[in-house]
């Protein structure tokens, strides 16, 4: 790689041109100039194609306002200061969650974080969800959180354990990765129903792919697709995605598997999760229990063009859905960025 320029930062951050490198750590940062304002983000460990949404969002609105800061967007506990050109802007951190917060007692990972006992019921015993709060250290650290789901933010709002401070400072920005296309001609799609799970070995997961095989159901698993442009090449191919919940314990949305799919025309299946009605699109998923996945799944394989025409149809209102979650994501995060100029 040529090297524009090399700089050394308390001997462990090293530019080489805009990528930073901390050498104790292993991570890596972007610094991206945009008119007057910088940009500095980390991706983690892989490329997160759903952080570049807020990144895009902030690109727009700095050249909009002509603002003139410095900002930070991170997934990781990292300090990306160091990475900015040396400047007089105010400098803001944005911090990217990703994590389910809707968990029951019992599940895994529970103790990684902090958790309270929330005042949503669960879906299937009298217990309530637990609101488990991951990286608790960066919702005081970060000035904002950028937040993928509102039933996670329901989940925090309606416990009344968390303060104003600590509420003010969640901004929803769903993961609305692709423009809204059904360019995907109903004939050029020849997967028949798509999962994408990484570790096909879970055991939920395992038993609805023998399940899949057992009743002679077309299916195609995928994993390992990191890539915004591969993702959407195969999603422009699929009919229907299934979607499940990794374990019994953990049951916000997986919204950065459905939304992409929904957006690029799939008629999308999913397991049951609490405070559905908080979710934007959620008239436009096919919803049911574990146990009758197979049996809906094949009802919509053998009714297809049924729930496609009645969720991506002409008389469908996912459209307007998608553009008013868009208008309000821009909004908030405009109003905190601007009010931080000031």
Not at 39 to 49: D, F
Not at 74 to 86: C, G, R, V, W, Y
Not at 180 to 208: C, M, V, W
Request: aromatic share 12%; glycine share 4%.
């Amino acid at each position: 790689m040529v090297m524009d320029s090399i700089r050394i930062f308390n001997n462990t951050l090293i530019r080489l041109d805009k990528w930073y490198v901390d050498i104790n750590h292993i991570y890596i940062a972007m610094n991206e100039s945009v008119g007057n304002s910088s940009i500095v983000y980390n991706p983690g460990r892989r490329a997160n194609i759903n952080v570049e949404v807020a990144i895009a969002y902030c690109r727009k609105i700095i050249m909009d306002n002509n603002l003139q800061i410095n900002l930070t967007i991170s997934e990781q506990n990292k300090d990306l200061t160091l990475a900015f050109p040396i400047n007089d802007n105010k400098t803001l951190h944005l911090f990217f969650q990703k994590e389910h917060n809707l968990v029951l007692a019992g599940g895994r990972s529970i103790f990684d974080g902090i958790y309270r006992i929330g005042k949503v019921k669960s879906m299937y015993t009298d217990d309530n969800y637990l609101v488990r709060i991951m990286n608790l250290q960066n919702y005081h650290k970060f000035d904002y959180i950028v937040e993928y789901s509102m039933p996670n933010i329901h989940n925090i709002i309606s416990s009344g354990e968390f303060d104003t401070a600590f509420i003010n400072k969640l901004i929803y920005v769903p993961p609305l990765i692709y423009d809204y296309g059904l360019d995907g001609a109903n004939e050029k799609r020849l997967i028949n129903i798509l999962t994408s799970f990484r570790y096909t070995h879970i055991p939920r997961r395992a038993q609805l792919i023998r399940n899949f095989n057992k009743y002679g159901i077309n299916h195609r698993n995928i994993n390992y697709i990191f890539d915004a442009d591969e993702l959407k090449g195969v999603l422009d191919e699929t009919k229907i995605m299934v979607n499940i919940h990794q374990t019994e314990h953990h049951h916000t949305l997986e919204e950065f598997r459905v939304l992409p799919a929904l957006l690029r025309g799939v008629v999308v299946i999913s397991e049951n999760v609490p405070l559905k009605e908080t979710i934007p699109y959620h008239q436009y998923i096919v919803w049911c229990d574990y146990k009758d996945i197979i049996t809906i799944a094949k009802k919509v394989s053998n009714n297809y063009s049924e729930y496609y025409n009645r969720i991506h149809g002409s008389d469908s209102g996912l459209k307007e859905v998608f553009k008013t979650m868009e208008h309000k994501a821009y909004s908030r995060l405009c109003d905190v960025l601007c009010q931080h100029q000031q």
